[in-house]
């Protein structure tokens, strides 16, 4: 699951960057993206944020997760707050969203899967 979130975050991180500085303002309305908390709901993982067979260890897992949010911090830390909310990429569930909401996303996204884990940990004996 951690490089599932670090594929993902690396992911939005580069269209993010991609967006801001070759993207042309769409401003788009706000969608529910709090909803991606409800596991009700089940989404596939597209093909790019699905964990190969590699090996990892936790610690390396942990330090790709680091890198990745890192970097997305970085490059919302330099963005222009006016296009962070004037630009928008679409979303597969929500369509599109503005970069702002992109970042917001990465967190809803993440406490999905930390309530995922605290499920399975529950199952365990």
């Known amino acids: 699951m951690l490089e599932h979130l670090y594929l993902i975050e690396t992911s939005i991180a580069a269209m993010i960057a991609h967006t801001l500085k070759h993207g042309e303002s769409q401003p788009v309305e706000e969608k529910p ?9 089940k989404v596939e993982a597209p093909d790019f944020a699905r964990p190969d067979n590699r090996f990892f260890t936790r610690h390396e897992l942990e330090e790709k ?5 890192q970097r997305l911090r970085q490059i919302t830390e330099q963005a222009n707050p006016a296009d962070l909310e004037a630009k928008s990429f679409p979303h597969p569930i929500f ?3 503005n970069l702002k909401q992109w970042v917001e996303f990465v967190g ?3 406490q999905r899967h930390l309530a995922q884990i605290e499920e399975i940990k529950a199952q365990l004996p």
């Open 33 to 41: 993206i709090h909803l991606t908390v409800d596991r009700s709901k």
């Open 65 to 69: 997760l680091h890198q990745s949010r």
């Open 95 to 97: 369509g599109p969203l």
């Open 108 to 110: 809803y996204h993440e």
